[in-house]
C-alpha cells in the first residue's frame, strides 16, 4: 500500500528510542523526510544515523527538551528552516515518573504539564499555521492507555494525558475544514525502556522482580504479549497518510485489548 507520504516533512519529538524512533524509522521508510529531537544528543545522534543509513532518507536531529519552551521553538522554527514546511507532527514526550498521589508536589505536577501537555500544544502552535494555508496537515500525539483506562500508581500520565486527549478532540473541529487532521495513539503495554521502567519501580514497590511484573502485565493483555514499537508505528503512518484522511479526532489504542471499555 503505497501511504503517499514520499517527500513529505515529518517532525517527530522523543525520537531517539523507543515508540518515537519507531515511528520515525516507519515515516522514513515510507519515503518521509524527517527532524527529530530529543534531549540524550549522543542517543539522538544514533538513531539519526540509523535511520538514514537504513531508509536513504534525509533526516534533520536536533537535541531539545520539550519541557523548556525555548528549545521547543528552537526545535520547531530550525525544522520550518530546514525544509520550509511540516506536514506531519508527531508529538511525544516520556512519561511522566509513577506514583501515588501523596508522593507528588506540586513541582512534579508542573513538570509533567510542560513534558506532557505544554509540548504537544506548543508544537502544535508552532506548525499549525503554515498547514492551515497549504489545507494539509496531519497531527497525531502519542499518549497512552491511561487516557481512556486508569493505570494504577500513574496519577499523573492519567491526569495530564487526558488534558491532551481534550486538547486534540476539541483542535480537531476547528481545523478540519482547513484538511488537517488530530489524532491521538495510545500505546498499551508496549517493549520500550519506559515500559521496563515501570516494572522495576512496582517491582521495587512490591518486593518482586521486574521479570513477575512483566509477567502479570502480560496476563492482562488478551494476547498476552506485550506489543513491539513497530506495531504502533505502523498505525502513525497509515493516520499520517493519505488514506487516512476522514479519520479525525480519535483515539486509538495500540494494546491488544488491554482497555475493557466497549468505546
Not at 503505497?2 to 531517539?16: Q, T, Y
Request: hydrophobic letters at 45%.
Amino acid at each position: 500500500m503505497d501511504l503517499g507520504l514520499r517527500g513529505k516533512v515529518a517532525l517527530v519529538a522523543a525520537a531517539s528510542r523507543g515508540l518515537g524512533r519507531a515511528v520515525a524509522f516507519e515515516l522514513a521508510n515510507e519515503g518521509a523526510r524527517l527532524v527529530l529531537c530529543a534531549r540524550g544528543a549522543d542517543d539522538l545522534e544514533a538513531a539519526r544515523a540509523d535511520i538514514a543509513t537504513r531508509t536513504g532518507a534525509e533526516v534533520l536531529a536536533l537535541a531539545a527538551d520539550l519541557s523548556d519552551r525555548a528549545q521547543l521553538e528552537r526545535f520547531a522554527a530550525s525544522a520550518m528552516s530546514a525544509f520550509g514546511q511540516v506536514d506531519i507532527l508527531v508529538t511525544n514526550a516520556g512519561g511522566p515518573p509513577a506514583g501515588a498521589f501523596e508522593t507528588h508536589g506540586w513541582d512534579a505536577w508542573e513538570r509533567a504539564i510542560n513534558l506532557t501537555l505544554r509540548s504537544a500544544v506548543e508544537l502544535t502552535r508552532a506548525v499549525l499555521p503554515e498547514m492551515r494555508a497549504r489545507k494539509w496537515g496531519r497531527i497525531i500525539n502519542v499518549s497512552s492507555i491511561a487516557a481512556k483506562q486508569p493505570v494504577d500508581n500513574l496519577i499523573l500520565s492519567n491526569s495530564i494525558r487526558s488534558a491532551v486527549t481534550g486538547f486534540a478532540r476539541t483542535l480537531a473541529n476547528e481545523v478540519a475544514t482547513d484538511g488537517i487532521t488530530v489524532n491521538n495513539i495510545l500505546p498499551g503495554y508496549t517493549r520500550t525502556e519506559r515500559v521496563e521502567q515501570l516494572a522495576d519501580t512496582t517491582a521495587k514497590k512490591e518486593g518482586l522482580t521486574p521479570k513477575d511484573i512483566v509477567a502479570r502485565f502480560e496476563q492482562q493483555i488478551p494476547m498476552r504479549r506485550l506489543a513491539e514499537p513497530e506495531e504502533f508505528a505502523a498505525l502513525a503512518a497509515f493516520l499520517a497518510s493519505n488514506r487516512a484522511s476522514y479519520i479525525t479526532g480519535q483515539s486509538i489504542a495500540v494494546d491488544g485489548g488491554w482497555i475493557k471499555s466497549l468505546l
